[in-house]
T-cell receptor, first 112, second 111 residues
């Protein structure tokens, strides 16, 4: 089992550019999440998908969109990147909220 | 809104000493409290969790205690070692579908 995988690992964008972060899990988990991690701010939830076919906003959804492509894949899109979106992005998945949440390796994004 | 407060934000201890990290939560309906450890440059990983029908849980040098009346829970690490140096996050459920995380504690164990 690969667990949770993310691509790319690193990315540098210019302000206004767009990109999609990819995430996949092979544990047959129902729920998937996108977090951003900034120094001193912990892990803040951007969007989540409780089950295939559903998506919901988290704490900091502005500037992002998501797609739950199927049960395995959950992508995060930045339509017009801003320097404030410079961060480390983690994807995670879970079978139920009272079980372990598995994180991907992270994507380090810099917006110039 | 619902939140989880975590203290301290940084903690430095001597090797062999104990470390305690505390979290408070606001949703009285919360009943599951995990702790995650994140080593430098790596992903967060679950190290221990506790459910509301239990007051304390231990796993070797790590223990978590829960006080539901006061709405706080704590992580205790005894006989700290350099490899315990990391960022630790507490979390609590915010609805049946998601967790809310504390802001993290950077633990430095000095040899």
């Amino acid at each position: 089992n690969a667990g949770v995988t993310q691509t790319p690992k690193f990315q540098v964008l210019k302000t206004g550019q767009s990109m999609t972060l990819q995430c996949a899990q092979d544990m047959n988990h129902n729920s998937m999440y996108w977090y951003r991690q900034d120094p001193g701010m912990g892990l803040r939830l951007i969007y989540y998908s409780a089950s295939e076919g559903t998506t919901d906003k988290g704490e900091v959804p502005n500037g992002y969109n998501v797609s739950r492509l199927n049960k395995r894949e959950f992508s995060l899109r930045l339509e017009s990147a801003a320097p404030s979106q410079t961060s480390v992005y983690f994807c995670a998945s879970i079978q139920r909220v009272y079980n372990e949440q598995f994180f991907g390796p992270g994507t380090r994004l810099t917006v110039l | 809104g619902e939140n989880v407060e975590q203290h301290p934000s940084t903690l430095s201890v001597q090797e062999g000493d104990s470390a305690v990290i505390k979290c408070t939560y606001s949703d009285s309906a919360s009943n599951y409290f995990p702790w995650y450890k994140q080593e430098l440059g790596k992903r967060p990983q679950l190290i221990i969790d506790i459910r509301s029908n239990v007051g304390e849980k231990k796993d070797q040098r790590i223990a978590v205690t829960l006080n539901k009346t006061a709405k706080h829970f704590s992580l205790h690490i005894t006989e700290t070692q350099p490899e315990d140096s990391a960022v630790y996050f507490c979390a609590a459920p915010l609805s049946t579908n998601k967790l809310i995380f504390g802001t993290g504690t950077l633990l430095a164990v000095q040899p």
